[in-house]
């Protein structure tokens, strides 16, 4: 990360530093109520609406009235406007290995809200710790940084690598061949893993406000940068368009999941996802810097104003692309990529068969949010991910690079100051096939009864 990354990310842009000029409008309202875009179908619409009649107003127990405190986590005292490195157990024995993680907490001067961020909830998933490594260290955080404590309001928790273990094995899952994020909120008196979730949810999450969840795609694909969430969850919805990026998709995570366990608290959480397993993908540690930063700028934590895309994909559904031969895939069109109704995606080609070859087409005209890179294909393995769109089309070809690629908002440097009404919501209609957006790419291991997505 140079110094002009730094720049970059950590520079908000004010209305007057627009690119775009802004037409006046009688009124505008600063903060107005979130939009939910009419084209979502009807039953799923009704549940975010109702979501969002809750109160969204701060906490009155973020106001300045009180003072602040000290913030008391893992048995400290974190005096106002300082920085700790503390180190926690996963294991909490008296022989073995206990895995200590490191957590990084910033307490600022002014009242605010708890904002935990993780990383490495699996092991390989790099994108998040390398995001969070650069967020946890002095070209971001301390005086006249983008988080100085000294003028930051509330508390924000960092969490580079949360699965220790699967991270120093290079493995997606803990030691046990369970998946973390899948046993959330824990039992203490279970497996391995479910106890590493209690002690995690109990010293960590349950404490917090907000939670950023950082991932990557699971080995043998990789993902554009995109949020998941569950718009029907007041703040999460709140959170995920703060972070301030195009995709967002509509999905209430698998049962077990860290995101889903923390909305049945009533805790926000957004899962982020850029890149694949195993790799340190620039574009998506870049705006997994810039989301984190509008997040905490839109929640007045830090100072600036969170930038904001010049669309938003709201979508509650997909469509794959599949192979229907065996032999070695060749993807033509990466992740991120507008494709057309019959445009060649990728072909699929056989050693003991040369000179012949299978072209895979798309569909529908749409946005490539997951492509597969693992070579080895059968017929009827997924290959592509797809956001069949109808709407929206000129906004987003408007954002393409010379590839016919999204050009991801931060991964370009802040886009010109916009409000939020200004935004325009795309939705992509339908439903998951297999009940999660990741379902139809399988899983790495059989699922037991109590992993299974809803």
């Known amino acids: 990360m140079t110094a002009s990354d730094d720049d970059t990310l950590s520079n908000s842009v004010t209305p007057s530093e627009g690119i775009e000029k802004i037409v006046p409008r009688l009124k505008k309202r600063r903060f107005g109520p979130l939009k939910v875009s009419n ?16 109160s969204t107003k701060i906490s009155t127990k973020w106001t300045r009235e009180g003072g602040v405190s000290n913030h008391n986590f893992l048995k400290k005292r974190i005096k106002p406007g300082t920085i700790r490195n503390l180190h926690f157990n996963l294991l ?8 200590p993680i490191n957590i990084t907490v910033v307490h600022g001067v002014r009242p605010g809200p708890v904002v935990t961020l993780l990383g490495a909830v699996h092991g390989d998933e790099l994108v998040g710790p390398l995001a969070l490594t650069y967020l946890s260290g002095p070209n971001f955080i301390g005086e006249d940084h983008a988080i100085d404590p000294l003028s930051l309001s509330g508390t924000i928790r960092i969490v580079s690598v949360i699965n220790l273990p699967g991270y120093f094995r290079q493995k997606r899952d803990f030691p046990d061949g369970r998946d973390l994020n899948r046993h ?10 479910s106890r590493v979730a209690s002690r995690i949810w109990s010293n960590i999450i349950s404490g917090s ?17 995109q949020i998941r969430v569950n718009l029907a969850h007041s703040s999460s919805n709140a959170t995920a368009r703060a972070f301030g990026i195009e995709t967002i998709l509509d999905t209430k995570g698998p049962r077990g999941s860290l995101r889903r366990t923390a909305n049945e608290s009533d805790i926000a959480c957004i899962t982020y ?3 694949g397993a195993d790799e340190a993908d620039p574009e998506a540690v870049q705006v997994a810097m810039y989301g984190i930063l509008n997040v905490l700028r839109n929640l007045r934590m830090i100072p600036g104003y969170p930038s904001r895309p010049r669309f938003r994909i709201l979508a509650s559904g997909s469509e794959w692309l599949r192979s229907d031969q065996g032999g070695l895939l060749d993807v033509l ?3 991120g990529s507008y494709v057309k109704k019959g445009e060649i995606v990728a072909t699929v ?5 040369p000179g012949i070859s299978h072209d895979i087409v798309s569909p529908n005209q749409g946005l490539l949010i997951c492509t597969a890179t693992y070579p080895f294909v059968t017929s009827g393995t997924p290959i592509g991910h797809l956001l069949p769109m109808k709407r929206g089309i000129k906004a987003l070809m408007g954002r393409l690079d010379d590839e016919g690629c999204l050009i991801i908002s931060g991964s370009d440097g802040d886009p010109p100051w916009r409000e939020d009404d200004e935004v325009e919501d795309i939705s992509v209609v339908g439903g998951w096939s297999g009940g999660s957006p990741d379902a139809e790419w399988g899983f790495n291991h059989k699922p037991s009864e109590e ?4």
């Open 39 to 54: 084209q979502i179908p009807k039953s799923r619409r009704l549940e975010i609406e109702k979501g969002l009649e809750e």
């Open 92 to 99: 909490d024995i008296e022989i073995g290995e206990s895995w």
């Open 184 to 193: 959330f909120p824990g039992n203490f008196e279970s497996n391995t893993t």
């Open 209 to 225: 406000d907000y939670i950023v969840d950082l991932h990557s795609a699971a080995k043998g694909r990789t993902n554009m940068p």
């Open 273 to 275: 996802e850029g890149g």
């Open 333 to 335: 069109a990466p992740a």
């Open 349 to 353: 080609t056989d050693p003991r068969e």
């Open 451 to 454: 992993e299974e997505a809803d």
